[in-house]
């Protein structure tokens, strides 16, 4: 189980932290990404972190790379996403997801992930 947190109203060039928490104890073994999803459009990928034996493989897409920042803490069975010089065109509901054992190949797919959050709003004002 998931559940996404941290999202909120900024103004353009602000920052914000999602997090998402999981329960359960083998955290370490899962892939987790988040995606989003802007009124009338489709869901997108966003980030992606790998498991520990894979040597956490960090995936970004292009739009946010430089500005966003995946990371985790298997201790706390906690992900992040760390968004920062934020947009108004990143406005959106963000989604975590996690799934076992997923290669480098396949962390941007979103068809990939059995777990998901429920979501959080990210609103960024011009």
């Known amino acids: 189980q998931l559940q996404a947190s941290g999202g909120g109203l900024v103004q353009a060039g602000g920052s914000l932290r999602l997090s998402c928490a999981a329960s359960g104890r083998t955290f370490s073994s899962y892939a987790v990404a988040w995606f989003r999803q802007a009124p009338g459009m489709d869901r997108n990928f966003v980030a992606a972190i790998g498991m520990n034996r894979m040597g956490r493989p960090v995936l970004y897409a292009d739009s946010v790379k430089g500005r966003f920042t995946i990371s985790r803490d298997n201790g706390r069975n906690m992900a992040y996403l760390e968004m920062s010089s934020l947009r108004p065109e990143d406005t959106a509901v963000y989604y975590c997801?996690?799934?076992?054992?997923?290669?480098?190949?396949?962390?941007?797919?979103?068809?990939?992930?059995?777990?998901w959050g429920q979501g959080t709003q990210v609103t960024v004002s011009s």
């Open positions: 997801a996690a799934h076992p054992s997923l290669i480098r190949s396949s962390l941007a797919s979103q068809t990939a992930y059995s777990y």
